[in-house]
């Protein structure tokens, strides 16, 4: 089990920057939340960590190394969860968890083992050999949630994973969590969902425009920011309109006559 | 007012679905839709413009009497009808899903608050929309430049018998054509009336990989099948085909225009016999155009008929976004599939490959639709050989019977090597880059395991009794022993040159394919019938393992190559072009 660093990581799309100088060290053991509002960087900065993405600047080094001197290994140790399941709709569930386990070479019969106690604990059994395509948003996240857990990862990325799960998949998605943690995996969560965020990490960085404004324990920012929950810290680093006046603004630009 | 009613739900809606016509990569997912518009268009007027030019020309290049061409140019009349109809119900059958409301349209536009009538009216004036424009893009061009061609030596004919022939060829052919294309409709929706939405799902990728195969065939077999008309006695075959019927009106409406020219006094006497010979062939079949003519109506009407309550009949409710339970992938081939896991493909990255490709190359409409396109070149090009080599049983049998056999199998591998290059699901790709472990040329392997499983295989069984009734059993066996191991070869060919994952990479189309099509082209039906000779040598006293021996030694050859290459360039999946990357749909 080694640490994950993201050294002053930046990213620039045609000349505008999405993400700056985030610095942050990820240790086995340790679930770190990534938080801020939605276009603040978080995706860009979860695949430039995966190696989906190369960094306009900076590095990610991973047990010393920077991932690039041999990606393949590094991914060896990832798991990934993305935002948005995309997958191959002409496959089924198992046919695709058959292929990234194939890919990772994990021997046939551990696969096939795997692969089916995956299937049922997520309740995709029933639905095990139809085409993705046919799959709801939830049972593809669940299919990804499989795919990025296959090969016992010790550093897995979860970028907003509750997106389409039910209530009990997303409070078991939480114990797992903390499960895999406990386990001595390393973990980057990221979310805008602050409750999920509070209940399952040690630490918060909070992103805004690109930028960490934030980066500490829950408890500390909690005392620094003199508030009693995270979203009161969240507020008041982030939010810089008034929510009520803009839901105002929104409810009277909708009632106006057409 | 006009800005009004281009603003109507109708009009709104008519326009989406005529646009989502144009969401089809089957040319290249780099092309957008005004670039996929312009190559449409050009391909049409160019294409229809060659064709007609070419084969009008002979009227042009020699001095023609009435009676020659009122008899010669119906096979031409033929030709003309047939391609308008095999091209527009070709493009019907491409569209397959995009010709009735599908459910993501339901899903988006049911909400909305459009009646449903509006939206299953707008997607019926689209599709009409779309069938006209195709036959008026195919036979547009032929209509001015075949009659003018075919009156060219005609002086007495006046402007206006000339129009009269424009209007009657444009109509016909275009009647013709809206025939071809009503009758894709009318099919698919009958099928899927009569056996459910659920049975429908399941052989509707099926239904339209064997429409694409036996329209494909046709339209290359057209020059041979509209070949001495006049000559035939009038029972063969082709009275039952559509595009005779389509002839009877054609020469019932302008038959007269062209025979009834009165004769020049210049003729020489061997003219004058000739023409006297071709007027009365041409008035010997003249007596049957009414009755093909009626058989044309009557099949239109009903196939109008047909087309339209079957359409209605289906788009009477809007489909729901999962009324459906999706068929289960079978699993009757798990056994099998054991087996090979366990026999022969026993590295994880080479079963990878193997099963990856297999669901790719037939379940994704893109590369179904490349491979049935590949199948019906390869079936057409089989049958041109056949027909003029078919054998008896027993008896001598030549090198071009011989060359069915890698015409077919190699027109499959042509298509794999072009499906292999265009991505399953370029969203999904970022599977591959966390999972891939760098064993590229293992996964290949597995990628032409499924090649010879699911191509090559097939096709040496499909000739395999023809071959059978040829040769008989053990020669025939011998035949394909080569045939597989030709093949093997040939797919290691056309795959030694490519260093990238297949069904992953972006696909940048090549930029002198254009020029290199036709060169590989000759280049494959040399190859054929090279290889069909060294066979018919081997199994004609030479020897067999000699052939075998040739091959394997060509195979070495190319492994070695391939070998070197695989350490010089390794698989890179970031080829996308600056489009793609701006999108983000790169990685």
Request: net charge positive.
């Amino acid at each position: 089990m080694r640490d994950l660093h993201a050294h002053r990581l930046s990213k620039y799309f045609s000349g505008v920057r999405v993400v700056k100088d985030v610095d942050f060290t990820l240790r086995p053991g340790e679930v770190i939340g990534y938080l801020g509002p939605n276009g603040s960087g978080k995706t860009t900065t979860a695949r430039m960590i995966a190696g989906l993405l190369e960094p306009s600047s900076g590095f990610v080094e991973y047990g010393g190394r920077p991932i690039h001197d041999d990606l393949v290994g590094f991914r060896r140790e990832l798991g990934y969860i993305p935002e948005e399941p995309y997958l191959y709709p002409f496959l089924s569930g198992t046919e695709y968890l058959q292929l990234v386990g194939r890919l990772r070479e994990i021997p046939e019969t551990l696969l096939t083992m795997k692969i089916e106690r995956f299937l049922d604990l997520f309740g995709l059994r029933a639905a095990a050999d139809q085409s993705i395509a046919s799959y709801s948003k939830g049972m593809r996240q669940k299919i990804v949630i499989s795919a990025a857990l296959l090969h016992d990862p010790s550093v897995v990325i979860f970028d907003e994973p509750e997106t389409g799960l039910d209530v009990s998949t997303t409070l078991m998605l939480r114990h797992l969590v903390r499960t895999l943690a406990a386990r001595g995996k390393a973990i980057l969560y990221s979310s805008h969902i602050l409750e999920v965020v509070e209940r399952v990490c040690d630490k918060v960085i909070v992103i805004h425009r690109g930028e960490v404004v934030a980066d500490d324990s829950i408890a500390r920012l909690r005392a620094l920011m003199s508030s009693t929950s995270l979203e009161g810290v969240f507020s008041q680093l982030v939010i810089r309109e008034d929510p009520e006046a803009l839901a105002r603004e929104l409810a009277d630009l909708s009632a106006m006559a057409i | 007012m006009a800005d009004d009613r281009l603003r109507t739900p109708f009009t709104l809606l008519t326009r989406l679905f005529l646009r989502q016509f144009l969401e089809n990569d089957a040319i290249s997912p780099e092309a957008d839709r005004s670039q996929l518009l312009a190559v449409v268009g050009a391909l049409a007027v160019s294409v229809t413009l060659f064709l007609s030019v070419s084969w009008s020309a002979k009227y042009v290049m020699a001095v023609w009497m009435p009676g020659q061409v009122a008899a010669v140019s119906l096979d031409d009349k033929y030709l003309y009808l047939a391609f308008g109809m095999i091209v527009t119900a070709l493009v019907a059958a491409t569209q397959r899903d995009a010709l009735s409301i599908d459910p993501r349209d339901a899903a988006i536009l049911e909400p909305l608050p459009v009646p449903a009538g509006t939206i299953r009216r707008a997607k019926l004036a689209a599709v009409a929309m779309l069938g006209a424009a195709v036959a008026i893009a195919v036979n547009l061009f032929p209509s001015i430049v075949f009659p003018w061609l075919l009156v060219f030596n005609f002086r007495h004919l006046s402007v206006w018998g000339l129009l009269e022939l424009n209007a009657i060829h444009a109509a016909v052919t275009v009647a013709s054509a809206a025939f071809g294309y009503l009758a894709v409709i009318a099919l698919r929706e009958t099928v899927a009336l009569v056996v459910g939405p659920r049975a429908f799902s399941r052989i509707s990728p099926w239904l339209q990989g064997a429409l694409i195969v036996v329209l494909g065939s046709s339209l290359l077999l057209l020059p041979a099948a509209a070949n001495g008309i006049a000559r035939s006695d009038g029972d063969d075959w082709r009275a039952a085909s559509p595009p005779m019927w389509f002839l009877g009106v054609y020469e019932v409406l302008a038959g007269d225009v062209i025979a009834s020219l009165p004769r020049s006094d210049r003729m020489t006497a061997r003219q004058a016999a000739s023409d006297a010979v071709n007027t009365a062939l041409y008035s010997q079949r003249r007596s049957q155009f009414p009755g093909l003519a009626r058989r044309a109506g009557l099949a239109t009407g009903l196939n109008a008929l047909l087309a339209v309550v079957s359409y209605v009949w289906r788009a009477r409710r809007l489909p729901s976004l999962s009324p459906v339970p999706q068929p289960a992938f079978r699993r009757r081939w798990r056994a099998a599939a054991w087996l090979a896991n366990t026999v022969l493909l026993r590295d994880a990255s080479t079963r990878a490959g193997f099963h990856f490709a297999l669901a790719a190359m037939w379940r994704n409409t893109t590369h179904r639709l490349t491979l049935a396109c590949a199948a019906a070149a390869g079936f057409a090009m089989a049958v041109v050989a056949l027909s003029k080599s078919f054998p008896e049983q027993g008896g001598e049998v030549s090198a071009r019977l011989l060359a069915v056999q890698p015409l077919l199998y190699g027109a499959l591998l042509v298509g794999f090597r072009h499906i292999i290059r265009v991505p399953a699901e370029l969203r999904a790709n970022w599977g591959f880059q966390l999972a891939w472990a760098e064993r590229g040329d293992a996964f290949v392997t597995g990628v032409k395991g499924a090649a010879v499983l699911a191509l090559i295989v097939p096709a040496l069984l499909a000739v395999l009794p023809l071959f059978v009734f040829a040769l008989g059993p053990q020669r025939a066996m011998l035949h394909a022993a080569m045939g597989l191991a030709g093949a093997i070869v040939m797919l290691e060919a056309i795959l030694h040159t490519y260093d990238k994952v297949p069904f992953t990479c972006t696909y940048v189309p090549s930029e002198n394919m254009k020029a290199l099509a036709p060169i590989f082209g000759l280049v494959f039906i040399v190859g054929a019938s090279w290889f069909a000779r060294m066979q018919h040598t081997a199994l004609h006293g030479g020897s067999v393992i000699g052939v075998v021996l040739v091959l394997s030694v060509m195979f070495v050859i190319l492994r070695v190559i391939a070998a070197r290459r695989a350490r010089l360039s390794l698989v890179d999946f970031d080829e996308a072009p600056a489009s793609y990357q701006r999108l983000d749909l790169n990685t």
